[in-house]
């Protein structure tokens, strides 16, 4: 009826118009927003607070090992996308038999990279279960297991030290003059390392670092040529982090423990060394509370030690002295300047450093020119009244004045 009434009402001519319902939401856009944000905010404060990660928020490097002699039966045991993916990475890796490591610093977002052996990444991350093969020409009594790989040890009643110090004369060392150089940085760059290997005489000592693709084979190859080797250790400097020695680097920030893990790491990647260096550090090696327990750990090891003088105020001397370990530290470093007329003068230097005290210790880098002029120098050192003698001879030397 109320229709029909407002039809009779209407003016003649025009229709009626039905007014039209509006939809309308129970809460404003404005509104929605901002549960959906409370919501999300809810949901990583509980993932924050609740999910046990201690390295939450830091840098992370994903790496794909290759299982060390695993069979066709187990690479075909499992099916789907999940066991084909490590699988055909692994493929890939297996050519070059390297793994590359980014590096990226926290604080200042430097990134570094660093390659790897495969032997060595696997021995990073195989764990106690791995079964590592030790170098060709190592004594395997002087070996024992890690979490990362094989290490030097103490056993019936050798050390690595003397089992693997380059011949010499010692009793003629012991009544002439003497030098020892070491030439440091090898590993990185199979080039310029096979160059000092082969155009240095055996009684020049050459140090490794751990990286490189693969250190191993070179040190080898080193031992092979009758030089005896030593094995350099990271450790911080005082600009660290921006001047970065690169992966497991010992630190004074660090916990005794963590820094010995760090040093087992390094003492995994090569074997037959008869000492370690430091590698840079000159924060760390001032430290006593830092470095008394790398010294300790060396010692007990049976190995040497050889501090490159680089830092005055070194407490390595000391505390060495204090666990009667062969040491000695160097007097100058060879090619601080390298030009051929720098390195030849510093060879002089040390020549007649030998000549006052008996004994002088070199360090020099691993370029071209220094490994010219090394081993231009020592053809007629004999001839000169001074005996050149691997670092272990020199030690020895030192510890008997």
Do not use: C
């Not at 916990?255 to 003492?267: G, S, T, V």
Request: hydrophobic share 45%.
């Amino acid at each position: 009826m109320a229709d029909a009434a407002d039809d009779l009402s209407t003016p003649l001519g025009q229709e009626t118009v039905s007014p039209k319902r509006r939809f309308r939401l129970p809460f404003t856009g404005l509104q929605a927003l901002a549960v959906v944000l409370g919501l999300f905010l809810v949901v990583f404060a509980g993932f924050a607070l609740f999910k046990d990660d201690p390295l939450g928020g830091e840098p992370t490097a994903r790496i794909v090992l290759r299982q060390p002699g695993a069979g066709s039966d187990k690479s075909t045991a499992h099916s789907g996308p999940a066991a084909s993916e490590p699988k055909s990475a692994a493929k890939q890796a297996a050519p070059s038999d390297q793994k590359t490591i980014t590096v990226i610093d926290g604080s200042s977002g430097k990134r570094q990279d660093f390659v790897i052996s495969g032997d060595g990444a696997e021995k990073a991350g195989a764990g106690a279960d791995a079964s590592p093969v030790p170098m060709a020409g190592v004594d395997q009594r002087l070996l024992e297991k890690s979490r990362y790989g094989l290490i030097p040890i103490v056993a019936d009643g050798l050390k690595p030290f003397t089992v693997y110090a380059a011949e010499a004369d010692r009793s003629k060392a012991a009544r002439t003059p003497v030098v020892s150089i070491v030439v440091s940085g090898l590993g990185v760059g199979a080039a310029k390392t096979t160059d000092a290997i082969m155009k240095l005489p055996p009684a020049v000592t050459l140090a490794f670092t751990p990286y490189g693709s693969d250190p191993s084979k070179l040190a080898e190859r080193a031992r092979a040529q009758r030089h005896e080797i030593l094995l350099q250790i990271p450790m911080e400097p005082f600009d660290y982090p921006d001047n970065d020695p690169g992966p497991q680097t010992l630190l004074t920030t660090l916990p005794p423990e963590q820094n010995l893990d760090r040093m087992h790491w390094h003492l995994s990647r090569i074997q037959g060394y008869a000492g370690i260096a430091n590698f840079m550090g000159a924060r760390f090696v001032v430290a006593d509370s830092v470095m008394q327990p790398i010294i300790k750990e060396a010692a007990r090891r049976g190995l040497g030690y050889l501090d490159d003088g680089s830092a005055p105020r070194s407490v390595a001397p000391s505390l060495a002295a204090g666990q009667a370990m062969p040491f000695a530290k160097a007097d100058l470093v060879i090619d601080a300047v390298p030009t051929a007329l720098e390195i030849d003068r510093a060879l002089t230097k040390l020549e007649s450093l030998a000549r006052e005290r008996g004994l002088a210790v070199g360090v020099a880098s691993a370029l071209p020119v220094s490994i010219d002029r090394i081993a231009a120098w020592t053809k007629a050192l004999e001839s000169r009244g001074i005996m050149l003698v691997p670092l272990t001879t020199a030690m020895l030397k030192s510890k008997s004045g």
